[in-house]
């Protein structure tokens, strides 16, 4: 399997990928290099790793494949166990993804981050050429001052209709 990529190059200093919990109970199997499964439940992810919780704890640094199902569908990889923060939970870091299961990895977590409209938006704007961050903020200046012209033009019609009556 290929490395991660771009996310493994970056400093953990100057990045750290969102963590997301999936919306629904997400169970996932490990198999360790000796053929032997392990099931634990998906509780946090993210583009780099995640955290599991596991009847049975695993070693420190031990390498297992993962797998669980997403609503974009199966993922699978490579990671390695780190040191578990309770007696039912242990975090996990990716160390290879293929490219499917990082594209299906990276809807998840954006599918969690964006409200639920917002991906709507998102490729309307992608659609037609827009950037989405200023779109948004454009229609509302543009119906600020639309509205401020009609009260100007009300404002001034109705001081002339004033003015001629009692001329």
């Known amino acids: 399997m ?6 493994a190059a970056q400093s953990p200093s100057c990045w750290r990928s969102p963590r997301v919990q999936p919306a ?17 439940t998906l509780q946090t992810i993210s583009l780099t790793g995640g955290l599991l919780d596991v009847s049975s704890i695993l070693d420190r640094g031990l390498r ?31 160390v290879a993804l293929e490219q499917g299961d990082q594209r299906r ?37 543009f119906r600020a001052l639309l509205a401020s012209l009609a009260v100007a033009a009300l404002f001034l019609g109705g001081t002339l209709c004033f003015l001629s009556i009692y001329r």
């Open 105 to 141: 990895l990276r809807a998840v977590v954006e599918s969690q981050l964006l409200p639920p409209d917002a991906w709507i938006e998102k490729y309307r704007a992608a659609m037609f050429g827009q950037n989405v961050s200023q779109h948004p903020l454009r229609r509302k200046i």
């Open 64 to 94: 297992v494949k993962l797998m669980f199902l997403t609503q974009t569908g199966p993922v699978t990889g490579a990671a390695e166990m780190l040191n578990p923060v309770s007696p039912t939970q242990q975090p996990f870091r990716f």
């Open 24 to 40: 629904d109970t997400t169970p996932a199997v490990l198999r360790m290099a000796d053929g032997t499964s392990s099931r634990g």
């Open 2 to 7: 290929p490395p991660i990529g771009q996310y």
